[in-house]
Structures are given as C-alpha cells and as structure tokens.
C-alpha cells in the first residue's frame, strides 16, 4: 500500500473490509490537466478466491445512480473495461498474467489509461479524427460533460 500515488495532481487511497478481507474500495482523485481534475470516482473491488491466478472484479460506483458515463472505458452501469480485466481484448500481453499481476498494476493502471486528457479519444477508432475539426469538438464537448458530471453527478 506504500507505493500507492499520493501526490497533488492525482492519488489513490484504498480502504479494505476488515471482515471481509476480499472486499476493497478505492478512491481516485481526477489528475490534473485532465476533465476529471478535482473529481472524486469511488470504485468496488471484489477478490475471488482464486486470487491472483485470475483478476479481481471491479466496478464504478461513481455513475450518478447509473445517468453518467465519465469514460468510453467506464460505463454508466459501473463496468470498468480494461484489458487488464478482461472486460476489454487488448493486445498481446496486456492481460491479467495470474500470480504476476497486482492490484497495485490495476490501480496504476486505471489511473493512467482511462482518467486521461482526452477521454474521448479512448472509444476505438474515435483516434482516427484526433487533430480534426469534428474530432476536436467531439472531444471538447464529451470534456464538458465530464466536468460538470464530476460536480453534479445526479441529473
């Protein structure tokens, strides 16, 4: 828990049942530079007893009762698609390696591939229009609704 991110910009801190030593909660804050800056995302993650030959579970608890996508990679349901997970078909070796990968490569790893700069661009194929009119108003527009989603939440 020591290697955490704890720093100004964007931490994490992680809460475990102590009853219940498979349950975890997690909490991130947005990273500067990015729509999610100043945003608190509660997430849940379950252990099965096969930990760590498979991935943990994880859900966004931070969906404003299930009306706000903050993320092509984070969906309004809770589910968190990463390849990591196995919720997302990555690339060679972007998967959970059992008895290799970690919680704490999770934690990083959300952090730095989905609560980016420009989360538009995470859906596939929306990069093709990276650097265009319609992709950078695409993006500006997705951007304010994240910023305003993090403050209000609840519709």
Do not use: H
């Not at 009762?65 to 690339?91: A, D, I, M």
């Not at 972007?94 to 700069?117: C, K, M, R, T």
């Amino acid at each position: 828990m020591s290697d955490l991110p704890l720093n100004p910009s964007s931490s994490i801190f992680v809460r475990v049942d102590e009853d219940k030593m498979m349950l975890w909660r997690f909490l991130l804050t947005g990273p500067d530079d990015t729509p999610y800056a100043g945003g608190c995302f509660i997430f849940d993650i379950y252990f099965p007893p096969t930990y760590p030959t498979v991935c943990p579970k994880v859900r966004l608890k931070t969906t404003g009762g299930g009306s706000v996508r903050f993320n092509p990679n984070l969906y309004n349901c809770g589910k968190v698609c990463l390849s990591l997970l196995g919720t997302w078909e990555g690339g060679k070796g972007e998967g959970w390696v059992p008895n290799v990968s970690s919680a704490l490569q999770l934690f990083v790893s959300i952090q730095s591939l989905i609560f980016v700069e420009d989360p538009y661009f995470n859906e596939p194929g929306y990069e093709r229009s990276i650097g265009t009119p319609q992709g950078t108003d695409a993006s500006r527009q997705c951007d304010m609704v994240i910023r305003e989603a993090k403050i209000f939440p609840v519709p």
